[in-house]
């Protein structure tokens, strides 16, 4: 049985999710329906679009782990201009977990999986994945992406290319939803 009522977040984060997993059936209670991060001038879901900006994945020369050091740079700026001590920040992708604790140590970081059950008011999701033959590896499960897309109460900040990410079906449908119901951005902003 769907329990149709949702009580952790803006109805604007749970909208894509909403649409795609559940037929539209969520309702969003009535006093989180417009909840937002106070400062914030933009849309409670926000993508910033890394496609065109070089910032390719690198794999680490042993393991083969995934990271991406340019999509740390912008978080670091997300976060110092959000200034919310309710701010997690996840990937699906261990090395760049790493990356991330080691650049942003103040700030709570974990996998998807390890942060499965929690929540926070300002969720920023890293991707990682950015290369020429648009290979998205973990990012296809899209149950494991549909917990990350649902941890945050206030605001959503995912980061990511979207030419990579974009020849798939379920990420072409979330950049189309963003286009029409969030705040798309380009890194470009966020380069010195």
């Known amino acids: ?21 559940y037929g539209n059936q969520l309702k969003t209670f009535a006093s989180n329906h417009d909840l937002c991060l106070e400062g914030d001038d933009l849309k409670a879901v926000e993508f910033i679009d890394t496609a065109g900006c070089g910032y390719e994945e690198s794999k680490h020369p042993e393991t ?18 959000l200034k919310s001590d309710q701010l997690a920040i996840i990937t699906p992708y261990r090395a760049q977990l790493t990356k991330i604790r080691q650049r942003i140590p103040q700030v709570n970081a974990n996998t998807i999986d390890s942060f499965q059950g929690q929540e926070q008011d300002v969720i920023i999701i890293s991707l990682c994945r950015c290369n020429e033959v648009n290979e998205i590896g973990f990012l296809k499960d899209y149950r ?16 990511g290319d ?3 990410i974009g020849q798939d079906e379920f990420y072409r449908s979330f950049l189309e939803h963003i286009e029409q119901n969030g705040s798309y951005r380009s890194a470009w902003e966020f380069m010195d």
């Open 144 to 159: 494991r992406m549909n917990v990350a897309f649902t941890r945050a109460r206030k605001k959503l900040i995912v980061i």
């Open 1 to 21: 049985q769907l329990l149709d009522t949702q009580y952790r977040m803006n109805a604007e984060i749970i909208a894509f999710s909403n649409h795609y997993f």
């Open 64 to 81: 083969g782990a995934i990271f991406n050091e340019s999509e740390i740079s912008i978080i670091e700026q997300r976060v110092q201009q």
């Open 162 to 164: 979207s030419i990579t």
